[in-house]
């Protein structure tokens, strides 16, 4: 392996590191010592790879955001369109997305990016409207204005359904949390837990 691979390669483990930080533990779970402590890299390695938190900051959050809405999104064109958003619903407001490692960063985060530099906001900011343009596609069928409002809509129904839910220490309170957020938007009723 070259030199330019070896230091991609260690990029990318730092990157990678940050992401499940970021997912786990939010904006401050994405800090340089721990990043560079948990990928078995010095802090003063950190600057060959980016430069600065921030950049490392906006990079992880960009690149677990685009991981998950690529996951959320798979598929739903194969839904009929008046059920996109039920479905969309079902995917993320479930137990199992609440519990996974790997789930959406933006519940983590945005507390936290609420207060960052200029340069996180705008990180966030470009995924947030990316997503939004993604699902904007998925439920266009009542016109371009309506389906940026549903798009929006069911953002901060999801967003702020599954903060709740994995806030709370209870189980079966945060299970009624993420029904009730699926069921708020008029979407199919499912059982408690599912």
Same mark, same amino acid.
């Given at each position: 392996m070259n030199r330019k691979q070896q230091k991609e390669e260690t990029r990318q483990r730092i990157l990678g590191t940050a992401v499940r930080r970021l997912r786990e533990l939010g904006l401050e779970g994405a800090g340089v010592n721990a990043v560079m402590?948990?990928?078995g890299l010095t802090h003063g390695g950190f600057y060959a790879h980016f430069d600065s938190k921030d950049d490392l900051a906006s990079r992880a959050m960009a690149e677990a955001t685009r991981e998950q809405r690529q996951r959320w999104?798979?598929?739903?064109?194969e839904t009929p369109r008046g059920q996109r958003v039920a479905r969309l619903l079902a995917r993320y407001l479930s137990p199992v997305h609440r519990d996974s490692v790997d /789930?959406?960063?933006?519940?983590?985060?945005?507390?936290?990016?609420?207060?960052?530099s200029d340069e996180v906001r705008e990180a966030f900011e470009q995924e947030l409207l990316g997503t939004v343009d993604a699902l904007e596609e998925l439920l266009d069928d009542e016109g371009a204005a309506d389906a940026r409002q549903k798009a929006i809509g069911t953002m901060a129904l999801c967003i702020g359904g599954m903060v709740m839910a994995r806030a709370v220490p209870d189980t079966q309170l945060s299970d009624e949390i993420l029904l009730a957020a699926r069921n708020f938007a008029g979407?199919?009723?499912?059982?408690? /837990?599912?």
């Open positions: 402590k948990e990928s999104i798979t598929g739903i064109e /789930g959406c960063p933006v519940p983590s985060v945005a507390a936290g990016v609420a207060h960052a979407g199919v009723k499912h059982r408690r /837990g599912r």
